[in-house]
């Protein structure tokens, strides 16, 4: 899952909005634990963190009122089909059911997968091969008429029509129709509009899956959003994400893109047949705002409850927020991990002990700092798996001791490094970094300055944020420019090392456009391992297999962490039953929230 990238095969959620400065002493300001509202009145909150993987003030909840986000940036598609940002896949649950979904539950337990509109998880047969569900009874559309498995199926086809909704996730594509033999829904010659083999109707309730090769993530693929029944009648092909036509306990009122969204509630749903949501709010509202610091003055004034975007408050907002307003304030590692990649198709980059001279020379203390701080950047990055995905094990694997002994850099090893790569007084290149992520600049520049100090002389190329698919997502483009080192982000798709490692390390992965390969990994034993990862159905040895994987790139010093990112967010104090969620990379879980009594 990556910030913002415009590419990929991740969730992305919107990047932070403005520069993130050093938080100097507001970390350290214990602040007011009381939130004012525009009357005066003052509001217990919950306190600082109440929210971060544990459920704060759910005795409180109460059915009704309006649940009001506020947005610096509108989802790049409310379709299910085409949606790619976090948020949207944390949203679209209030209109979108799928099979299975994320458990509502903080913390860990919500990267979990749960039944929706299945009765139970998938009977599984056929060495991982067949997966069949069924459909729980009184599941219905917005119009009253029952969600039928050709339904469920039919959304699923829309992924293979990238043509005319692209954007999406394309996991289910890829792992169901390997050789791309279905041409999609809209090419589609069979009378129903169904003939994708790989997913069999036999009747209403009753759906079942049948992979060509086996896959121990098919289930968390199922869970994302693009799994959402579509019905063919109600397919507006490219207009669909202005009025998705709803499955859940909420619709569609009204949508001005880049404006408002509201949803009000949909009379058709039924809490009996769902598992999942309590639909508490009467109606939810989405407000979109152009300037991030006017969006967290209206939070913090209480004008809405909390932001839809789950980045982090911009500096302005979050350093008034943590004196005086900590209690309404979590801070949850957001899953995603930021780094700089090396590409070996530049010179000398080609040689990993070039490579690991960067990594030594870097000092890393001050690339937190860059970042915005323990606080609001994050712990120091050691490795590139997220705390998040199982065989993660955080900082205590940190091979070059980043957060140890080597977290200001340590000039010696990198000139040991420079020796061994044959560039005994250093050598020059490029650092490529977005021009719209004033916080990336911030890294680079901190780099730039540690690694002058050891011999190694970076340009910063500061290139169109709004184009990085075609500029360091082209390994041609990279190589003529020169860029020796790319700043970025990433984060997973679900909590695996498939649905965050395989984009980036895997050699097929490698495309000549919209690459996210950005080191041209071409290694047979981590391809080898993803290829048993996939395979492997036990729980604990999918876990050891993400191990070896992480272990084998950080040895390859492809890669230089700067932190396990950490956000700032504001949570309301007119909130209840609010908890951050693994299954939304430590955002707080939407679809259970709810307003104090």
Known sequence: MVTTHTTGRRKRALAAAAVVAALLSTAACGGGSDSTDKAGNTAKAAGFDAANNKVAQAELVAKGGELKFAGAQDADSWDTTRGYYGFMWNFARYYSRTLVTNTPAPGAEGAGITPDLATAAAEISDDGKTYKYT?????????????????????????????????????????????????????????????????????????????????????????????????????????????????????????????????????????????????????????????????????INGDYHLDINQTGMSPQGRQTALQEHKGNLDNPVSGYIRYAVFPQSVKPFDNEHCRKAVIYGADHESLQTARGGPIAGGDIGTNMLPPSVPGSEGQKYDPYE??????????????????????????????????????????????????????????????????????????????????????????????????????????????????????????????????????????AKKAEISTQINHKVMEGGYYLPFVFEKFINWRSPELANVYTSDGYSGQYDFVNLGLKK
């Open 135 to 299: 459909l729980r009874d009184g599941v219905t559309w917005e119009d009253g008429k029952p969600i039928t498995s050709k339904d469920v199926k039919y959304g699923i086809e829309r992924i293979w029509a990238q043509d005319v909704l692209s954007g999406g996730p394309v996991y289910l594509k890829d792992v169901l129709d390997p050789k791309g033999e279905y041409k999609g829904p809209y090419k589609d010659k069979h009378p129903e509009k169904l003939g994708l083999k790989a997913i069999e109707t036999p009747d209403d309730k009753t759906i079942i899956f049948k992979l060509p090769e086996a896959n121990s993530d098919f289930e968390e693929m199922l869970a994302m959003v693009s799994a959402s029944p579509v019905r063919a009648d109600k397919d507006t092909k490219a207009q669909y994400q202005l009025k998705p036509f709803s499955s859940g306990p909420y619709k569609f009122e009204s949508y001005e893109p880049g404006k408002k969204l509201v949803l009000v509630r949909n009379d058709k749903w039924s809490q009996e047949s769902d598992p999942v949501r309590k639909a508490y709010p009467d109606k939810i509202s989405v407000t979109f705002f152009s300037d991030a610091n006017d969006m967290d003055q209206r939070l």
């Open 402 to 539: 980043l957060a140890g002994a080597n977290k200001k850099g340590n000039a010696e090893k990198a000139k040991e490094e420079l020796e061994a790569c044959g560039k005994p007084d250093g050598f020059k290149t490029r650092i490529a970094v977005r021009n719209n992520k004033p916080v990336e600049v911030a890294t680079a520049e901190s780099l730039q300055a540690s690694l002058k100090k050891v011999g190694i002389e970076a340009e910063i190329d500061q290139y169109d944020g709004s184009q990085t698919s075609s500029i360091i997502g082209s390994p041609e483009n990279v190589k003529k420019k020169g860029y020796g080192i790319i700043i970025m982000g990433w984060g997973p798709d679900f909590p695996s090392v498939q649905g965050y490692g395989l984009p980036l390390w895997h050699s097929d992965y490698i495309l000549e456009s919209g690459n996210n390969n950005y080191a041209l990994i071409e290694d047979k034993e981590i391809d080898g391992l993803f290829e048993d990862y996939v395979k492997e159905l036990d729980d």
